[in-house]
C-alpha cells in the first residue's frame, strides 16, 4: 500500500478564517512534507518532518504552520492567508531509514483557494 | 543548490509516435534523480526511479530513463505512446550528500496525445 490521504480535497476559506490541511500515511514513513504546487507550476517545499521533528522550513510564511503530532499524521494550520496562497497543497511520505535510497509518495492534494 | 531543466514544455504528438522528454539537472554530486506524472485530476505518481547501478532504468507503463552522467541528463523515453499517456511530466533530483531530501522538480512537459 503505496497510499497516502489528504483532507480536504478542497478548501475555500476568507483570508481571516483558520483552516487545517491533514495528510495522514500508514506505510511506516518517517518523514513527511508539505508542497505547495500552483496552476501548470512543479511543486516547491514548504516544510520537511523528519522523525516527527521539522528539519526543512523553506522560509514559508508565519500563516503557515505544520504540525506532526504523530509519526502517521501531518497538519497544515492556515491562517490570514492571502488570495496568492490560492493553490494546490501537496503532501508526502518518504522513508528516511533506507538512507540514500527514499521515494516520495504524494498524497492526492487539497485545492485551497483563498478569496 | 541544484537545480533542474526540462526543455520541453508541451509536446504534442500522434498515437504510436516515440516520445523522448528532455531532463538536465545542475549538481556536481551524486543524485537520485526521478520522473513523477500528473494525470488530469490526479495525484503525482513515480513513474521511475534511478539511485545506482544500471543507467537504463525501466519503470510503469512502458516508460523507459536513461541516466548519462557525463551530460547530467536523465531523458524519459517511450517507444510508442498511447492516449491515455496524455499528463504532465516531472522530471526530479535529490542530492544525495546533503542528506536533503526534498525533491527540486524540473518545470514539467505537458504531453499530449492525439488519438
Known amino acids: 500500500d503505496t497510499e497516502v490521504t489528504q483532507t480536504p480535497k478542497h478548501l475555500v476559506m476568507g483570508m481571516t478564517n483558520k483552516k487545517s490541511l491533514k495528510c495522514e500515511q500508514h506505510m511506516g514513513h518517517r518523514a513527511m512534507y508539505w508542497y505547495k504546487q500552483k496552476a501548470k507550476k512543479p511543486p516547491e517545499l514548504m516544510f520537511v518532518y523528519s522523525y516527527e521533528k521539522l528539519s526543512i522550513n523553506e522560509s514559508v510564511p508565519s500563516r503557515f504552520s505544520p504540525e506532526c503530532p504523530n509519526s502517521s499524521l501531518l497538519n497544515l494550520h492556515l491562517h490570514a492567508l492571502q488570495p496568492e496562497d490560492s493553490a494546490l497543497y501537496l503532501c508526502?511520505?518518504?522513508?528516511?531509514?533506507?538512507?540514500?535510497?527514499?521515494?516520495?509518495?504524494f498524497g492526492p492534494g487539497t485545492r485551497l483557494t483563498v478569496t | 543548490a541544484q537545480s533542474v531543466s526540462q526543455h520541453n514544455h508541451h509536446v504534442i504528438l500522434s498515437e504510436a509516435a516515440s516520445l523522448e522528454l528532455g531532463c538536465n539537472y545542475s549538481y556536481g554530486g551524486t543524485v537520485n534523480l526521478f520522473w513523477y506524472v500528473q494525470y488530469p485530476g490526479q495525484h503525482l505518481q513515480l513513474l521511475l526511479k534511478y539511485f545506482s547501478g544500471d543507467p537504463l532504468v525501466k519503470g510503469i507503463k512502458g516508460f523507459e530513463a536513461e541516466f548519462i552522467k557525463s551530460k547530467f541528463s536523465f531523458n524519459l523515453r517511450k517507444p510508442s505512446v498511447q492516449w491515455s499517456d496524455t499528463a504532465e511530466y516531472f522530471c526530479a533530483v535529490n542530492a544525495v550528500r546533503t542528506g536533503r531530501r526534498a525533491l527540486t522538480f524540473g518545470s514539467g512537459t505537458r504531453l499530449q496525445v492525439q488519438p
Open positions: 508526502a511520505s518518504s522513508q528516511p531509514d533506507t538512507g540514500k535510497r527514499s521515494v516520495q509518495y
